[in-house]
């Protein structure tokens, strides 16, 4: 880089003009140019200010902090054993047998450790007071629990690679950090007792969990970093207030001696007795060897002992309360990480509404911590593992750790009521008990529970769905009738009503005043009429065939299943459709219409196919076969023109059923996918009587025309089949 001078003046000149910097050209997506900008210096970390926490020097002070002062060692405390209630369950990513699978698996590598999980997140909490914890995975091959081998021996004979142990690297024995070249952490390079020798452990074999990973830091920011300075106060007033205590109880010490025995020099007797005076004045106790044996001797002309020692009596109280600073700076301390509330009761200190304020947001921090930990173990423990055991998924099981505190059951049974009494329905969905008996630590309910409440719930809600939007069209009807000032048995038609408009109204979608329950019903009609026909047809010409030109027990039983759909009235077929579809794609698309259709009136078509078939000789085709053509030709040259009339009366009279069908469609239709005789339901119920007969004919007059139609064309085609 060229020689760059710093600019004369105002350093907004300073710009990248004169600055000479030379911006790269040919820079890679995947290049890195720029590093984490954390201080470092020959691997040791230097982004503390204050050089007493800094490296191994900051490990001994919060030690000290966590060890030695009590109002420290009660928030960690509290901490940790909320932090140890929390309990770690294992999600799967996916509900397959691959999924689940991966989740057993996990779920016994944390059981198969050499130490408790428990035990390992107490290890991971000293992360709190020294800002990061650094652990070792070691692994072993799962061999069975008879190994003597620790690098085999396991609860399980599978022979997967799992955790042997997770243990810490204690931050004392940090010796420095091992960095790339953009300012991550390669390594720990740990010096410990009783060896003290250097052994560098890289991060692919290591989890570090930190506070804080602000600029890529390895010691993150403990969590008592922001109480140093109030600790450091308080520890200073606790020892001048011993100091104090103990000069109040046993007096000032003073001694006298002859001022030329000051300005002796050193050596002389008058020098050693100075140093004599000056160690009783510190040596001063109140235990049992205190007092004083001195010989006594006058100055001769001034009548005064030479030699004197006495007690100054205290003067009384100290003009500070440093019982009162203590106390604030105590106070600082929890402050500095929510839990001033373990205060609360202390000397009349704090309210019960304060506690309560305070415990829920301490609660939800400690949440986050947990958190932490977890997305930790997620992005680095566990594709670790699955990866050493070759087992490559697009999504990994994961850990999810429960909240640290179950929430106040009273508020939770009055949220519940007055949600209940709302209108909300918490059981018997199984999602909602489910989270209801987890946020409250409640037994869980196993797999067969959940999907027998689920498919219970799924039918009450269908069956609730039917019978309300039934009952609130009967409703409806009776409310508007009774604000015409008519009973069900005075209702009449009345003649200004009788007018070509009607039909415009249900027939035409473009009119303006036009209803579009009618309008959409003719044209879904028709779709679903035309298609589901020919679909059913189609699946009857195969399912014909399969029955009576194969042999077996397959084909009678094939034969029997296509009469099941008979004996079922139309409405119960629709409610096992709607149960079965409810939570897929085609809920509340015409497709719902058209498979209640076809698996409600399939029968029909086959049966007039299979009539047609039997009649058929099986000669016909097996000519067809020996004469080289292939099954498909034999079925479109000889089967398909025999079959013709019967495939056509059984798409004549399925058309006809599908057009005017009522049963199925009044359970599945959605708004937009109405029908022709919904539609006629939608106006005997919302509108007026004269609607309701316009399209009511139009529907009769749709299916006699169908009907002379296919009958015209049905005996063309029997004479010319």
Not at 362 to 373: D, E, P, S
Not at 597 to 612: A, D, M
Not at 619 to 633: H, I, K, P, V
């Amino acid at each position: 880089m060229a020689d760059v001078r710093l600019p004369e003046g105002d350093i907004s000149t300073w710009d990248e003009d004169n600055a000479g910097d030379e911006i790269p050209q040919r820079v890679g997506p995947m290049d890195e140019l720029g590093v984490t900008g954390v201080k470092r210096v020959s691997g040791y970390v230097d982004e503390e200010f204050l050089p007493a926490l800094r490296g191994r020097k900051a490990v001994r002070v919060y030690r000290e902090m966590s060890s030695n002062d009590s109002m420290v060692g009660a928030m960690l405390f509290s901490i940790d054993k909320l932090l140890r209630e929390v309990e770690w369950k294992v999600l799967p990513a996916t509900q397959d047998e691959e999924g689940l699978k991966a989740q057993e698996f996990l779920e016994s590598c944390m059981e198969d450790m050499s130490h408790s999980w428990d035990d390992f997140i107490g290890e991971v909490l000293s992360v709190l007071p020294y800002g990061w914890s650094w652990h070792e995975i070691v692994y072993k091959r799962r061999l069975g629990p008879w190994q003597k081998d620790p690098k085999k021996r396991s609860k399980h004979e599978d022979g997967l690679i799992g955790w042997r142990k997770m243990p810490i690297r204690a931050q004392e024995t940090l010796l420095r950090w091992s960095f790339d070249e953009s300012g991550g952490v390669r390594a720990m390079v740990q010096m410990a007792p009783p060896r003290y020798q250097t052994t560098v452990i890289p991060i692919e074999k290591s989890l570090l969990f930190r506070t804080s990973i602000a600029k890529g830091n390895p010691e993150g920011v403990s969590l008592l970093r922001t109480a140093y300075r109030a600790w450091y106060f308080k520890k200073r007033l606790e020892e001048f207030e011993a100091i104090g205590v103990e000069r109040d109880l046993a007096g000032m010490p003073v001694g006298r001696v002859p001022a030329d025995y000051l300005t002796a020099k050193k050596g002389t007797p008058q020098e050693k007795t100075v140093q004599a005076f000056r160690k009783m004045v510190r040596g001063v106790r109140r235990d049992e060897n205190e007092g004083l044996v001195l010989p006594t001797q006058y100055d001769p002309d001034t009548k005064q002992p030479l030699f004197d020692f006495e007690l100054m009596s205290s003067g009384g109280t100290r003009q500070f309360d440093t019982n009162s600073i203590i106390n604030r700076y105590e106070q600082r301390i929890l402050m500095s990480v929510l839990a001033d509330f373990i205060l609360v009761g202390h000397e009349n200190t704090g309210s019960y509404s304060l506690h309560t304020d305070k415990t829920g947001i301490f609660r939800a921090a400690l949440n986050a911590i947990a958190k932490a930990i977890a997305d930790t173990l997620n992005r680095y423990a566990v594709p670790r593992l699955f990866a050493v055991n070759g087992w490559k998924l697009d999504q990994l099981p994961r850990f999810e750790p429960t909240n640290v505190d179950p929430p106040d059951l009273a508020q939770l049974a009055g949220f519940i009521s007055a949600t209940a009494t709302a209108g909300m329905q918490w059981f018997p969905d199984p999602e909602l008990e489910k989270y209801v008996r987890e946020i409250a630590r409640l037994p869980e309910m196993t797999d067969e529970d959940v999907e027998y409440k689920r498919v219970m719930y799924e039918q009450q809600q269908a069956m609730e769905f039917a019978g309300g939007q039934m009952e609130m069209l009967g409703m409806k009807q009776k409310a508007e009738m009774t604000a015409q000032g008519m009973t069900p048995e005075q209702a009449e038609i009345i003649p200004a009503d009788l007018t070509l408009h009607n039909y415009v109204r249900t027939l035409f979608f473009w009119a303006p005043d036009h209803i579009a329950a009618a309008t959409n019903g003719i044209v879904n009609s028709f779709i679903l009429a035309f298609a589901g026909a020919t679909i059913a047809m189609i699946l009857s010409l195969v399912v014909s065939t399969m029955i009576h030109r194969t042999k077996g027990f397959g084909s009678r039983l094939l034969d029997f299943l296509c009469v099941v759909p008979i004996g079922f009235p139309g409405i119960v077929i629709a409610m096992g459709v709607l149960v079965t579809y409810i939570r897929t794609p085609i809920y509340a698309t015409l497709w719902i219409l058209l498979l209640g259709y076809i698996t409600r009136f399939f029968p029909y078509g086959q049966r007039n196919v299979s009539s047609v078939m039997l009649a058929i000789s099986e000669e016909l085709e097996q000519s067809s076969r020996l004469a080289g053509a292939s099954w498909l030709t034999t079925l479109r040259r000889i089967t398909i023109p025999l079959l013709k009339p019967g495939i056509f009366a059984g798409w004549v009279l399925l058309f006809i059923i599908f057009l005017r069908e009522l049963s199925i469609s009044i359970i599945l239709y959605t708004s937009g996918t109405e029908t022709l005789s919904v539609g006629v339901y939608y106006l005997a119920n919302y509108e007026n009587e004269t609607l309701t007969s316009a399209l009511s004919m139009t529907q009769t007059v749709m299916l006699l025309a169908c009907v002379f139609v296919f009958r015209r064309v049905a005996g063309r085609e029997a004479l010319t089949a």
